[in-house]
């Protein structure tokens, strides 16, 4: 295995045993940009390389079962790198035990379905071993969880804070519409004075300024956005550490249309400048009628 201050830009073949973790790595990739192609046809691949309009972030992963993976790979590997002399091609393997537990666990066949399992992973170790004499990068999965293969193509990448790929989306929504399916962080923000209840304010939402500024005249409102925005950055690194790309914090409130697009909004604010990207959507609030 590479040492870890290696790092590679790309293009990428991934190929490897099944139940390696090819598909780990081409998701790590894909989270940093890369365009992932999975097993395309040895025939098509060159062609694939020649349209490819961002050749430094194609990823293409190959297996067994492309159609004369094992002879035909090697010529076609050294035309393409005397063309794009930054392709890296990036074998992964494991014990012939552990790849055995792998299956067993997510009850999955082997793609060389017709023989007993043991025999199948021999059998396409030594199929593959001429494309393995020929990587960049042999990764040994045996003892790495996929957090740890994770991070360790992450680190080859070049990427050390992994907070740099977060990507947070705070949206507001109405628990008469009920809750985000998908959110990790759910805050009820319906103990907050209501700006519903002030005839002038009902029509308007929490991103016009006069609601804005009836709410922000409470120092309830501004304390629960204050003590709501502390968590959520405390929580954001540790989720980072956990290599979550992705978090989704919800604010609800009744209508989805004031209370909650309000503090939604200002914790989008709070945010700006600590996580590269932080979007806000309002879920609810355009179908709110009174």
Known sequence: MA???????????????????????SRSLEDLGYNCVDNIPLDLLEELFRRSEEIEKLVVVLDVRAAGMS????????????QHNSLRLIFVEATVAILEQRFSVARRPHP?????????????????????QRADLVVDTTSLSPHDLRRHILELAGVDKPAELMK???????????????????????????????EALRPLSGTDSEVAQWLSGHGQVLEAVDRIGSLVKY??????????????VAVGCTGGRHRSVFVAEQLARGLEGRIQTVNVHHRDRDNWRY
């Open 168 to 198: 947070i989306e705070i949206q507001s929504f109405s628990y008469l519409q009920g809750v985000p399916s998908t959110a990790s962080l759910v805050f009820d923000v319906r103990f907050l004075p209501n700006p519903y209840f002030e």
């Open 235 to 248: 929580l954001v690194p540790a989720y980072a550490r956990e290599l979550k790309t992705h978090l989704l």
């Open 112 to 132: 060389l379905r017709d023989r007993g399992l043991e025999q199948a992973i021999l059998e396409e170790k030594q199929r593959l071993a001429p494309i393995r």
């Open 71 to 82: 002879k035909k790979y090697p010529e076609i590997h050294s035309r393409l790198t005397r």
């Open 3 to 25: 040492p870890s201050s290696t790092i590679f830009r790309g293009p990428f073949v991934i190929t490897g045993l099944s139940g390696g973790g090819k598909t780990v790595l």
